[in-house]
C-alpha cells in the first residue's frame, strides 16, 4: 500500500518539471525578444508583431518609447513625437548628437541603433552602437595623439555684463560674419566651462509636431529667450562627391510620399575672402533633431552660427533663438535665397514673404 500513490506522484512531478521548463522557455523568449526587437526597423517590428500576442505587446511598447524620446535618451530632456494627422507614431532614423564620419564601405549600411527605453541601460548601449559601427568624431590631432591647441584655463570666465564675452584666450566672437571660438578636448577647462555653451547638448524643451503639409516639424515645448542655444546641426559628415551622389538619390525620390531629404552643404569663407571650406551635413539617415527643423521664407525664429571648439579641423552649424519664442511655436530658419529648380518642392511655410518654392541649388 505504500506504492500505491507512486504513479500519481511521477505524474505530477512530471507535469511540474514540464511547467518549469515551460517557464523557463518562455522567460527566455522574453529576454530574447526585449534584446532584439529594439534593433528593428518600423516595418520589422510590424511584422514580427504579427507572430503572437506578446510580441505584439512588446513591439507596442517599443513604438510607444520611441514615440515618447526621439533622442534616445542622449539629451538632458526628451523630445517626443505627436501626431494628430495620421497614425504615423515616429519617425525613425539613427540618432547622433554631433558631427560624424561614416565608415568608409558602403556595405556596413544601413547601421542599426538600439531604440525602446528611458533607462540608463538602453542610453549606454544607444551611444555606445554608432562606434561599434565604425563612425568617428571630428577633431585636429598631432602626432602625440593630443589636440593641437586648447587654453590652460581651470575655467574660463565671462568678462563682460552678460553679453557673451569670456576671458580666455579659445574665445574668438566674430558674430558680424557668423564665427564663434569656444573651448576645445585638450583645454584645461571642463564641461561646465561658460566657453563651452553649445557642447552640453540641448538644454530647452523641444517636440517634434505632424502637420498635413510640411509633415514633421521641430517646436518649442517652453518659452526660449532670444539668444538662447537651441542644438547643432548633427549628421554623416559627407566628401563633394558623397554628398553629390546621394543628393541625386533624394532628388528621385522627392516626389515620393513620406520620402525628404536632410542634406546640408555650408560653406565658410576663409579670411583672405579668397576660398571657402565646404561642408556637406547629410541627417536623412543620421542625425539629431535640428533635421526636422523646417524652412521659413522670412527667416523664421532661428538664426545659425559656426562654432568652432579650440583644436577641431572643422566647425559646427548651431542654431540660436533670433527672438523670443513662446511655447508650442515651430522653430524654422532659411534654407537660403537661390533657387535653381524653378519647379522645385511646393513651401508651406506661411510667412507674409513666401515664395511658394522651396530652395534649391545645385549641389
Known amino acids: 500500500m505504500a506504492f500505491s500513490n507512486a504513479p500519481t506522484e511521477l505524474i505530477n512531478c512530471h507535469k511540474k518539471t514540464i511547467e518549469v521548463d515551460e517557464e523557463q522557455k518562455q522567460n527566455q523568449f522574453l529576454q530574447w525578444a526585449r534584446l532584439i526587437l529594439p534593433w528593428l526597423t518600423p516595418g520589422e517590428l510590424a511584422n514580427v508583431s504579427l507572430a503572437c500576442r506578446t510580441l505584439f505587446q512588446i513591439s507596442k511598447s517599443i513604438t510607444l518609447c520611441r514615440s515618447l524620446d526621439a533622442s534616445r535618451s542622449v539629451e538632458n530632456f526628451p523630445i517626443p513625437f505627436h501626431n494628430a494627422v495620421d497614425k504615423t507614431p515616429y519617425a525613425y532614423f539613427i540618432y547622433t548628437p554631433s558631427q560624424i564620419i561614416p565608415p568608409p564601405c558602403p556595405a556596413q549600411f544601413p547601421p542599426r541603433q538600439f531604440w525602446a527605453s528611458t533607462n540608463a541601460a538602453a542610453d549606454a548601449e544607444s551611444n555606445s552602437s554608432l562606434s561599434l559601427l565604425g563612425f568617428d568624431s571630428v577633431s585636429l590631432v598631432c602626432e602625440s595623439d593630443e589636440s593641437e591647441s586648447g587654453c590652460d584655463c581651470e575655467e574660463c570666465f565671462e568678462v563682460g555684463l552678460g553679453d557673451g564675452v569670456f576671458g580666455c584666450p579659445c574665445f574668438s566672437g566674430l ?63 559627407l566628401t563633394t562627391k558623397e554628398a553629390r551622389r546621394r543628393q541625386q538619390i533624394y532628388d528621385g525620390l522627392a516626389s515620393s510620399p513620406g520620402n525628404s531629404s536632410a542634406l546640408l552643404v555650408i560653406r565658410e569663407h576663409l579670411p583672405s575672402g579668397k576660398a571657402c571650406l565646404r561642408m556637406n551635413i547629410d541627417a536623412t539617415r543620421i542625425g539629431n533633431i535640428a533635421r526636422f527643423i523646417n524652412h521659413s521664407c522670412d527667416g523664421g525664429d532661428l538664426s545659425t552660427t559656426l562654432v568652432r571648439s579650440s583644436g577641431s579641423i572643422l566647425p559646427r552649424l548651431c542654431f540660436f533663438a533670433s527672438k523670443d519664442i513662446k511655447e508650442g511655436e515651430e522653430l524654422a530658419f532659411s534654407y537660403g535665397e537661390i533657387r535653381a529648380r524653378p519647379k522645385g518642392l511646393p513651401c508651406y511655410c506661411g510667412s507674409s514673404s513666401c515664395f511658394g518654392i522651396l530652395p534649391s541649388e545645385n549641389t
Open 175 to 237: 558674430e558680424d560674419v557668423g564665427i564663434v571660438s569656444e573651448c576645445g578636448p585638450s583645454c584645461g577647462c571642463g564641461s561646465e566651462c561658460g566657453n563651452r555653451l553649445t557642447q552640453r547638448g540641448i538644454s530647452v524643451r523641444l517636440k517634434i509636431v505632424r502637420s498635413v503639409n510640411k509633415g514633421w516639424g521641430l517646436y518649442a515645448d517652453q518659452f526660449i529667450k532670444q539668444g538662447q542655444f537651441i542644438c547643432e546641426y548633427a549628421g554623416e559628415l
